[in-house]
Each structure stands twice: as C-alpha cells, then as structure tokens.
C-alpha cells in the first residue's frame, strides 16, 4: 500500500504543478514547479522515495526517448547531422576532460577520477528538460531541432564516459584504447539493437494484423512494449540501451509510414502516448523535488569533504560548475560555426551571415539544460570501493549535480527570453509548398479512386444516377482543393484568406452543434451512445481543422 501511496501522491502533485505553472502571473517552466511542489512533498508528507538508478533508467528513459526519437523531425535531424554530432560527442568529450580538470582543481579534495565522473554526468543536455522549456520560450525551429537531436544522442557518450571514470576510481587504471572500442561497441550494437526489435515487432505485427485482424488495443500496449524490450535486449548485450530506445523512436517513424493501421488505433495511440509523456515528464521533475530535501539536510557535512566549513561553498561551487559548462559551450558553438563557415566559403556552397549576432551563440549555450540523465547518472556512483571503503566524494557529486540541474533550468528560463527577444533569424524555408503538392497529388487520387468505386457500385443499376450524384458532390470537394492549392499570386492569397475563414466558420458551427448535443444530453432527450458518437465526430471535425 505505501508504493501505490507514493505513486498516487507523484500523480497527483504532476496534476496539481500543471494548474500552478498555468497560474502564476509570470512565465515558469512546468520543471520548475514540478522541483518546488515535489519539494513540498518531502517536507510535509511523509513520502520517502528512495531512487534505485538502475530502476529509475529503466521505468523512465525508455518511453521518454522512444518518443521524441519518433516524433522529432527527420528532415531537419538529417540536416543538421553534423552540428548535433559535434555537439553529442565531441562537446561530451571536451566537457569531461575540461570540467574534470577544472572541478579537481577548485575542489582538491575531490579526486580526479570522481571529478571526471562529476564531469561526465553533466555533460548530457536533457530531452525533456528542453522541450520543456521550449513549451514557454519560443525557441526558433532550427535550433529546436538542433538542441533536441543532441539530447536523444549525448546520453549514451556521457554514460559511457562516466562508466570508465567509475572503473578508473575503483581500480586505478584507464586504457583509453579500451575506452574507444567500448564505446563503439556501446553505441553501434545499441543503435543495431533499436533498429532490429522495432522492425521485428512492426512486421510481426503487420503479419498478424493482415491474415487475422487488427485489435486496436493489442496495437497500442505493443508500441508501449517495444522501447523496454529494445532497452533490455541492448543492456542484455552490454550496449546502450539508451541509444536503443532512440533508435527504436527513429525507426518506428519510418516503420509507422509503411504500415496499414487503422485510422482508430493511429488516434488512440497518440492520445495514450500524449498522455504517458506528461506523466513521466512531470513525475521525473516531482522525484527530484522530492529528494532535495535529504540533499539540503547533509549539506553542512557535505561541505566538510571540501575542508570548508560554510555550506555557502556549495553554491559557490555549483555556479562555478555551470559557469565552466556555459563557457565551454559557447566556445563549441562558435568555434563550429566558424569552421563550418569557412569550409562553405571555401566550397562555395552556401549564402552564411558573415558575422551573426552573438545572441544566437549565447542562446545555444543557455538552452543546455540538464535534468533527468544527469540525476540517474549521478545515483549510479557505487557506494563503496573494492576494498570496502567508503567511495570519496559521492555525497558532495550528488549534491553538485542537483545544483546544476536546478541552475541550468532557472538559468535557461530567464536568460533565453531575455536573450532572443527581438532576434532576428534567418528565414526557415517554407514548407506550404510541399505541402500544398502532396495535398493536390492525395486529392487527384482521391477523385481516381471515387469515380472508379462509384462506376462499380452503379454498374447494371436503374438508379446509377443517384450514384454520379453523389459521386459529383464528394468529387467537387476535392476539386476545390486542387484548385485553392494550385493558384498563384494574388488568386493564392484570396484562396487561402477565404480558406481561413471557412474555417472559422466551420469550427463555429461544430461548437454551436455541440452545444445542442450536449443540452439534448443533459435533458434525456437523445441516449447516452447517440450522444457520445456524435460529440465524438464533431471532436474529430474540430481537431482536424485546429491541427
């Protein structure tokens, strides 16, 4: 019963944060308010949750990153492969050594191994924390993209790194040789583990579905299966199971185009997945709350480890810390920006703003946001040594991490508005006229495919013409498509003004329709399965010109 407890109070203070960040009279990211009310938590209910990393990795990480893998947009990942690699894995390197030496400097008490670990759990920027803070910042697309393409990969080259940073303080040695293939081994077999799981289970799935049927629900609790299954069968092969889980996200998109699901279980499953993000999202940031009050209590003999005495130095130490990341970061950034306009000019292949303001760099630098990666990785340092003594410095490392991860979140909510208020940014390319092709070449096929159903259906009838009719009228909605679409000018423009207010008029008319459903409800006068069919129609009618 004090498990369910637990779960049921997490549940009820992710609610509760919602509604508050909705209220406050200034702009908060919903982590924030999650950390604070979680917070509250531990100090007035008596709600004890301790974190078993590896179990916290496994219940959490899969389904979070299986999503944004699978949600996050192809074209533009592609596109910026090279700026979210460099970010991913060689700013993660950079960090590690930079930040382990600087941390082992300002605290030599903390050893240099530990401090590389330190180092390594910091180094990840998290998926959840960004499209967080995204939700209340208005992030410009391209860097977007960007920010969320490193967070899905840098998990894995962080956790490797501070995997060998925890050898080496165990047993004395590193063998950077080791540590390459390691890592190799780590991300390669994990991103083929992703891959594989995803495809196997889509084409069973399909196979099944094709010969005996579709269940709808079987479909949506298989989707939710096969991020802990990726996750799993790569941790079984001593890969990452993180990557995996990415992996598998990317490869269901792909997979998801080709299959043949129906229209219900497509909508069911978004609505259950929508919903299992902002449950974990937000219970994630509650937990973190919720230890901050143990962490806070053993800072006066936390700080003793550093031989200071006032637990100020915490504080001093944790700015320092981010600090050191925020200046590395802006390094990075520029410097590949740098590079990368150089070897354009040099090949003459792109039109690059000679000297772009140095807001958009600073802004990269202030979007690193640090949050669940870096508490998971923190809790795995080992408690003891081999030899059974106490491991140095742990207690002082998690408090250092929860620092960070509170700063960069408090520092990316007031700096980014700050800093891209009045940025201007290159113009995106417009994606209206790709999408208004793929719409005439759908409502082309569509008008194929009526006229020759509706031949087939009139065939050897007496009252084919009742079908032409219908088939005229079905045939005319497509054929204005085609036409708004296809004009140009000033025809283009009047076509998607009067497009705009077609759709107000329509979404008018479905809320007055529902109202009338509803009161007709309410009165008894229309039964409860009627009513809730038709609300439902008019709820996908809604949605479809909202979207």
Known sequence: MEIVSIVLILLVAVVVSGAISRMLPFSAPAPLVQIALGAMVGLVADVRVELNPE???????????????????????????????????????????????????????????????????????????????????????????????????????GLVCLRFAVAAALTGSFSPSAAAASFLWTAGAGLAVGVFVTLAVTQTKAWVSRIYGEDTGSQVLVSLLIPFAAYLLAEEVHASGIL??????????????????????????????????????????????????????????????????????????????????????FAWVWVSFRLTLLRRRRDGTADVPHSPDWRLFAAMSAAGVRGAITLAGVLTLPLAMADGAAFPARDLAIFLATGVIIVSLVLASVVLPLLLRGLTMPAEPSKQAEEDRARVLAAEAAI?????????????????????????????????????????????????????????????????????????????????????KLIRELDLIEVRFKG
């Open 448 to 532: 194929r495919a009526i006229e020759s159903t509706q031949h087939r259906l009139a065939e050897g009838r007496s009252d084919a013409d009742i079908f032409a009719a219908a088939g005229a009228r079905i045939m005319g909605i497509y054929r204005q498509r085609i036409e708004s679409r296809s004009r140009q000018g000033q025809a283009g423009r009047d076509a998607a003004q009067q497009e705009r207010i077609e759709r107000e008029l329509l979404l008018a008319a479905v809320a007055a329709e529902r109202g009338v459903i509803a009161e007709h409800l309410r009165e008894r006068r229309i039964g409860s399965a009627a009513g809730h």
């Open 55 to 157: 179990l916290f990795l496994l219940l959490f990480l899969p389904p979070l990153l299986f999503l944004d893998g699978w949600r996050i947009p192809k074209d533009e990942l592609f596109q910026d492969l090279a700026a979210v690699t460099g970010l991913a894995l060689g700013l993660v390197l950079l960090t590690v050594i930079g930040m382990g030496f600087f941390i082992n400097w300002m605290i030599p008490a903390m050893p240099l191994a530990v401090a590389f670990a330190l180092a390594a759990v910091v180094s990840p920027t998290d998926p959840i924390a960004v499209s967080a803070i995204a939700a209340r910042v208005p992030i410009p697309k391209r860097m977007m993209h960007i920010l969320e393409g490193e967070s899905l990969l840098n998990d894995a080259s």
């Open 244 to 329: 995996a889980a990415v992996a598998a996200g990317v490869t269901m998109s792909f997979a998801d185009v080709a299959s043949e699901a129906m229209a219900a279980t497509r909508m069911r499953r978004n609505s259950v997945w929508d919903m299992i993000q902002f449950t974990l999202n937000g219970i994630i940031f509650v937990l973190l709350g919720e230890q901050l009050p143990r962490i806070l209590a053993s800072a006066r003999a936390t700080v003793q480890l550093t031989d200071h005495v006032e637990p100020w130095w915490l504080s001093v130490y944790v700015l320092a810390i981010v600090a050191g990341l925020v200046v590395l970061r």
